[in-house]
């Protein structure tokens, strides 16, 4: 048992810091690049990487992809479609630390979710967590309020909550599938049903998007958002959900926030404002209290 725990601390710690460096390199390839254009490149380039591991690993696809074809079509729209275009659509708008913080209202999501699908019936110390976290969000919000944050700040964190919300259903819903079908098929799948609902989007991002104009830096961004955050990232997390509940593992990335906010304070000099770290340390707080 210590070593499976263990070995799910890795898991998630390895995860935990290739989330923080999509914060930061997502965020210059969202600048750069239209929502929709890069959603497609990222998700081309993920669909390509997991077909290809599919093929070394002889795993068999079509026969599940067409029996179980409603709950991959459900998991990638959630996990591919929704997600992404209000992830990049906010990430160009906000600060990678904004979205980092609303990301991990993650756990608290997927607790209300199982909640709703009467899997869980939390008590009133996970309920007075849940309010403690949703209070850090406001808390986030109200520098608008004393002109803090910019209006177009405040949309992007918008967004990328509702980015939030898309992953917490994706990942209530995947568990059964990567208990039945193992975390590799199952990823690859809801990466390739999610692409077939968001190439149609995608191509419309195309005309706006000027190749001449997109830097180094994104180019680099992209390459880590489709690779390693869609690839690695995506690997690992559903092979934490063959070894934990849902919400433990959604728990085990409340490391993002703080982690993404160092590393934009070292390598892009983001200040860390007081509003975003009382905002933080409430999130946070809500939220291990939660899985207390």
Request: hydrophobic letters at 60%; proline letters at 5%.
């Amino acid at each position: 048992m210590g070593h499976r725990n263990l070995r799910f601390a890795a898991v998630m710690g390895l995860h935990t810091f290739i989330s923080a460096g999509t914060f930061l390199l997502g965020k210059a390839a969202a600048d750069a690049m239209p929502t929709l254009a890069l959603g497609l490149f990222r998700f081309l380039i993920a669909g390509a990487g997991f077909l290809l591991l599919a093929r070394i690993r002889g795993l068999e696809l079509w026969p599940v992809a067409k029996a179980e074809w409603r709950a991959y079509l459900w998991a990638g729209f959630l996990g591919v479609a929704l997600n992404q275009i209000a992830f990049l659509g906010g990430l160009a708008l906000t600060l990678p630390s904004h979205a980092a913080l609303m990301y991990a209202l993650t756990p608290t999501v997927v607790l209300l979710l199982a909640w709703a699908r009467g899997q869980e019936r939390p008590g009133p110390r996970k309920l007075a967590g849940l309010a403690l976290a949703f209070s850090g969000v406001v808390v986030l919000f109200s520098g608008k309020a004393c002109r803090t944050l910019p209006p177009h700040w405040i949309l992007g964190d918008l967004l990328v909550l509702v980015a939030v919300i898309a992953w917490a259903g994706y990942t209530v819903m995947s568990r059964p599938l990567v208990q039945k079908h193992g975390a590799q098929r199952a990823t690859t799948l809801s990466i390739l049903f999610g692409l077939a609902i968001f190439a149609p989007m995608g191509l419309f991002g195309l005309p706006h998007l000027r190749l001449a104009a997109v830097p180094p830096m994104a180019w680099i961004g992209l390459v880590y958002l489709g690779l390693i955050t869609s690839v690695v990232s995506y690997l690992l997390w559903f092979h934490a959900l063959s070894m934990k509940e849902p919400s433990r593992v959604a728990i085990a990335t409340n490391g993002q926030p703080v982690a993404t906010a160092i590393l934009a304070w070292i390598f892009y000099g983001q200040a860390i404002t007081p509003a975003f770290a009382v905002g933080a340390a409430l999130v946070l707080g809500g939220v291990l209290l939660t899985q207390l």
